[in-house]
């Protein structure tokens, strides 16, 4: 790929820009890779290519297939993973870091097309309970999540060029709508290499993916009111794009997730004999040199007790030491280098300014340091900083300025609102961290500080042999946080993809929000059943399907003989004597024999589609009921899930049925939700 100008996908086509101007540097030799541009593109023309062709494919699918398309393209790239990792070193990444990148971004890609499972087999879904609106119950409303007939419009960072594609791609991609990422200038060519990858594979329908490498100047004009912008970069940047008049004029959602002043509090009991001493220095270490400290999750401020300030002093310098730097195709390495030599005047730039007020203690500005198998002038080689802050409330620098790179500061805390205070002096970030044993301390530090950071970790000697780590953003989790974070959240499993989505109040009869939602809705009308449902199979059965079961008069032996059986002989069942002061007028039918007297009336004995009983949800018992009292039970189907057939075991879906126990007046005692297994019909009997 050396000096060769890179093309941008757009319009389904490979394109070389019209005047490619942006060098594209090896970080650690200093050579050119390749030469990027967008000139020639035209964003309009991409999006509408993206509206009208990539989203209406990806629209029409379920989320079902969705899933499963995802899951076919992470399959696919975790078999070719190995090829992205020697252009990755051309970053300056490390092997670790290129494994953060690479296979964290595939990771992504696995654990959000599981959610497909959480979604009904069908392209939109059904949020949340139904809301009654009416007296006699015969005007409902509900809420419905649709795709957006729009674009995703990703403005990437160059730390993590694979990683920050695909994190973002997935969720909008299983919501149903297609993407266009604009990847950072300077590491575009490995996002360049994957996407070539994707675009081969034949995966995704067409529109679902379109790619530029270049300059982005004007890319939120063409913008309306159905696309999605998310930023991933510098604040004052993002806070520029969020301002733009297009994003303000159509109240386009922009996600903006910004670099941002994350700390890590050692907590009160820690002494240096704590497990929880070595592994506070271990996580500030890492975050410290992973990535060459080039992580809008990296750990900026170290806050510890005024009497841990040296030993935490003393312990990192001793682990930085022995970081060596160099060349990431040594296996020796922990450290490779900045992005590129513009980002080394960056972080000195702000270095500086830090100076100002607090003094280095590790490393030292404009130092080089020996490197393996590269020369330091060559590449974009930067060596650790620490610097201690002997007055944080009043020296508070640290707390508005960021350098990019493997670049930390102590501070010192008495008391743990202190050390509270002091973690929110950074104006919101992605992530804090506290490391303790006394959970007390762990639950007032999360408690105070939650409302200033997207997620907090704690971490202590029980959690630390399976932790992720500070600074690692989970796919099930809200990647985001308040403030000079960007106010923004991605990922976070089902909330992400409602991101894609666009929540719709439906109104109307219960029979007329059943037919839409494919949901039983209370109070919607009976379909009587001519067959029992349990003698259908999953496609034969109709939601409103409704059994109409023989009745049952309780009696003082069924009581007897229920709490015989199962053991429960509480006061209210078995000792009519024991009754005064409580609610009840009388001796008490057990409420599970009131359940499983149901069960008996409704359920066909017979062989057939019905696999198995597969669980109980919202069983409620709601009127007492006494000897003498008649039962009957309204068994109606209520909701159908579409399962993906397993190999060795029989096509089949799940089935929600209605249980409605009523009694000779009418009026329901116990109402719940049973779940069976039934069979296709290409299974047979």
């Given at each position: 790929?050396?000096?060769?100008?890179?093309?941008?996908?757009?319009?389904?086509?490979?394109?070389?820009?019209?005047?490619?101007?942006?060098?594209?540097?090896?970080?650690?030799?200093?050579?050119?890779?390749?030469?990027?541009?967008?000139?020639?593109?035209?964003?309009?023309?991409?999006?509408?290519?993206?509206?009208?062709?990539?989203?209406?494919?990806?629209?029409?699918?379920?989320?079902?297939?969705?899933?499963?398309?995802?899951?076919?393209?992470?399959?696919?790239?975790?078999?070719?993973?190995?090829?992205?990792?020697?252009?990755?070193?051309?970053?300056?990444?490390?092997?670790?870091?290129?494994?953060?990148?690479?296979?964290?971004?595939?990771?992504?890609?696995?654990?959000?097309?599981?959610?497909?499972?959480?979604?009904?087999?069908?392209?939109?879904?059904?949020?949340?309970?139904?809301?009654?609106?009416?007296?006699?119950?015969?005007?409902?409303g509900h809420h419905i999540m649709v795709p957006r007939r729009g674009v995703a419009v990703h403005i990437n960072a160059f730390n993590f060029p694979i990683w920050g594609m695909l994190e973002k791609c997935a969720v909008n991609w299983l919501a149903g709508m297609p993407a266009i990422v604009k990847a950072a200038e300077s590491t575009s060519f490995l996002t360049q290499l994957m996407v070539r990858d994707i675009v081969d594979s034949g995966i995704l329908p067409k529109g679902a993916l379109q790619l530029i490498n270049g300059y982005g100047f004007g890319l939120l004009d063409p913008l309306t009111s159905q696309d999605v912008c998310t930023f991933t970069g510098s604040a004052s940047t993002g806070r520029m794009l969020k301002a733009h008049p297009n994003i303000i004029g159509n109240a386009i959602p922009f996600n903006m997730e910004a670099d941002s002043l994350n700390c890590i509090v050692l907590g009160k009991d820690v002494i240096t004999d704590s497990p929880e001493f070595d592994l506070?220095?271990?996580?500030?270490?890492?975050?410290?040199?992973?990535?060459?400290?080039?992580?809008?999750?990296?750990?900026?401020?170290?806050?510890?007790?005024?009497?841990?300030?040296?030993?935490?002093?003393?312990?990192?310098?001793?682990?930085?030491?022995?970081?060596?730097?160099?060349?990431?195709?040594?296996?020796?390495?922990?450290?490779?280098?900045?992005?590129?030599?513009?980002?080394?005047?960056?972080?000195?730039?702000?270095?500086?300014?830090?100076?100002?007020?607090?003094?280095?203690?590790?490393?030292?500005?404009?130092?080089?340091?020996?490197?393996?198998?590269?020369?330091?002038?060559?590449?974009?080689?930067?060596?650790?900083?620490?610097?201690?802050?002997?007055?944080?409330?009043?020296?508070?620098?640290?707390?508005?300025?960021?350098?990019?790179?493997?670049?930390?500061?102590?501070?010192?805390?008495?008391?743990?609102?202190?050390?509270?205070?002091?973690?929110?002096?950074?104006?919101?970030?992605?992530?804090?961290?506290?490391?303790?044993?006394?959970?007390?301390?762990?639950?007032?530090?999360?408690?105070?500080?939650?409302?200033?950071?997207?997620?907090?970790?704690?971490?202590?000697?029980?959690?630390?042999?399976?932790?992720?780590?500070?600074?690692?953003?989970?796919?099930?989790?809200?990647?985001?946080?308040?403030?000079?974070?960007?106010?923004?959240?991605?990922?976070?499993?089902?909330?992400?993809?409602?991101?894609?989505?666009?929540?719709?109040?439906?109104?109307?009869?219960?029979?007329?929000?059943?037919?839409?939602?494919?949901?039983?809705?209370?109070?919607?009308?009976?379909?009587?059943?001519?067959?029992?449902?349990?003698?259908?199979?999953?496609?034969?059965?109709?939601?409103?399907?409704?059994?109409?079961?023989?009745?049952?008069?309780?009696?003082?032996?069924?009581?007897?003989?229920?709490?015989?059986?199962?053991?429960?002989?509480?006061?209210?069942?078995?000792?009519?004597?024991?009754?005064?002061?409580?609610?009840?007028?009388?001796?008490?039918?057990?409420?599970?024999?009131?359940?499983?007297?149901?069960?008996?009336?409704?359920?066909?004995?017979?062989?057939?589609?019905?696999?198995?009983?597969?669980?109980?949800?919202?069983?409620?018992?709601?009127?007492?009921?006494?000897?003498?009292?008649?039962?009957?039970?309204?068994?109606?189907?209520?909701?159908?899930?579409?399962?993906?057939?397993?190999?060795?075991?029989?096509?089949?879906?799940?089935?929600?049925?209605?249980?409605?126990?009523?009694?000779?007046?009418?009026?329901?005692?116990?109402?719940?939700?049973?779940?069976?297994?039934?069979?296709?019909?290409?299974?047979?009997?």
């Open positions: 790929m050396s000096n060769s100008i890179l093309p941008n996908y757009a319009l389904g086509e490979w394109i070389k820009p019209l005047n490619a101007n942006i060098e594209q540097k090896d970080a650690i030799t200093g050579e050119i890779i390749s030469i990027a541009g967008s000139e020639g593109l035209d964003f309009a023309e991409m999006m509408d290519y993206a509206r009208k062709v990539g989203n209406t494919a990806l629209r029409k699918m379920t989320f079902h297939e969705r899933g499963l398309m995802i899951k076919k393209l992470a399959l696919f790239l975790h078999a070719k993973r190995k090829e992205y990792y020697a252009l990755s070193y051309r970053t300056g990444a490390t092997k670790i870091d290129s494994w953060i990148d690479i296979e964290g971004g595939i990771g992504n890609l696995f654990a959000n097309a599981s959610l497909r499972k959480k979604f009904p087999n069908q392209p939109f879904d059904v949020d949340g309970e139904y809301v009654p609106l009416s007296k006699e119950g015969t005007f409902i506070f220095v271990k996580e500030v270490h890492r975050e410290m040199t992973v990535k060459c400290g080039q992580k809008c999750t990296a750990i900026r401020r170290i806050i510890v007790p005024q009497n841990m300030v040296n030993p935490v002093q003393e312990a990192l310098a001793k682990r930085l030491d022995r970081t060596t730097i160099g060349s990431p195709n040594n296996k020796e390495v922990r450290m490779g280098a900045l992005v590129s030599k513009e980002q080394v005047e960056e972080v000195n730039k702000q270095v500086k300014k830090l100076m100002e007020e607090q003094e280095i203690v590790y490393g030292a500005y404009g130092k080089s340091a020996d490197v393996i198998d590269a020369q330091w002038d060559n590449g974009a080689f930067y060596s650790p900083i620490l610097f201690y802050n002997d007055n944080p409330f009043n020296k508070t620098a640290v707390h508005d300025t960021e350098a990019f790179g493997p670049v930390s500061t102590i501070m010192p805390y008495n008391d743990i609102d202190e050390a509270i205070t002091l973690s929110q002096m950074g104006k919101g970030s992605l992530v804090s961290s506290i490391c303790t044993f006394d959970d007390n301390i762990a639950r007032d530090y999360v408690i105070g500080a939650a409302s200033h950071h997207g997620r907090i970790l704690i971490l202590n000697r029980e959690s630390a042999k399976e932790s992720t780590g500070h600074g690692s953003p989970m796919p099930l989790l809200v990647h985001g946080g308040p403030g000079r974070a960007g106010g923004g959240e991605e990922m976070g499993g089902l909330r992400g993809v409602k991101h894609y989505l666009q929540r719709c109040a439906i109104q109307g009869t219960p029979t007329s929000i059943t037919k839409v939602t494919g949901i039983f809705q209370p109070g919607a009308k009976y379909n009587e059943a001519q067959i029992h449902p349990f003698r259908k199979h999953f496609e034969e059965l109709e939601v409103g399907e409704t059994v109409f079961t023989h009745k049952h008069t309780v009696t003082d032996s069924d009581i007897v003989n229920f709490a015989n059986v199962s053991g429960d002989n509480f006061y209210a069942h078995m000792d009519a004597t024991s009754l005064e002061g409580t609610m009840f007028e009388g001796r008490v039918a057990h409420g599970y024999f009131v359940l499983s007297k149901a069960a008996g009336l409704f359920v066909d004995p017979k062989k057939g589609p019905v696999l198995l009983n597969y669980g109980l949800d919202e069983c409620r018992f709601t009127k007492p009921v006494y000897p003498g009292m008649t039962l009957g039970v309204k068994f109606t189907v209520k909701e159908k899930l579409d399962q993906e057939k397993r190999e060795d075991e029989p096509a089949k879906g799940i089935v929600k049925f209605l249980v409605d126990v009523y009694d000779e007046t009418g009026e329901t005692v116990a109402i719940a939700t049973i779940l069976t297994m039934v069979k296709k019909l290409d299974q047979g009997e």
